[in-house]
């Protein structure tokens, strides 16, 4: 398996941006994919996660109702969409997979894609 996330950069409080992912080596049906960030001096948190067939997706209480996770199962991309970023979002966000059903753990997720990194300034 293998996960590629792009879309990071540098934006002002308030900005917004688009993060995709995308998954190749086998098929993810019954999986779960989400999204992680660690800050600086941080533990990896949980961001926000979708079952990659059917159910709906689940957010950490930080990011509700101001990011969006989606995925286009024909593109095999996941996506994360940010909004009202603010500081404390500044962070490098990864994604990975689970087999894990509404997994939140770090250690539910059994690939992870190489991070990027979403500066938000003040």
């Known amino acids: 398996v293998q996960l590629q996330a792009s879309g990071g950069g540098s934006v002002q409080a308030g900005g917004s941006l688009t993060l995709s992912c995308i998954a190749s080596g086998r098929t993810f049906n019954g999986y779960v994919m989400g999204w992680f960030r660690q800050a600086p001096g941080k533990e990896r948190e949980f961001v926000a996660a979708i079952p990659w067939s059917v159910g709906v997706p689940y957010y950490a209480d930080s990011v509700k109702n101001r990011f969006t996770i989606s995925r286009d199962n024909a593109k095999n991309t996941l996506y994360l969409q940010t909004s009202s970023l603010k500081p404390e979002d500044t962070a490098v966000y990864f994604c990975?997979?689970?087999?894990?059903?509404?997994?939140?753990?770090?250690?539910?997720?059994?690939?992870w894609g190489r991070g990027t990194l979403v500066t938000v300034s003040s």
């Open positions: 990975a997979v689970s087999t894990v059903w509404s997994a939140r753990r770090t250690p539910d997720y059994n690939y």
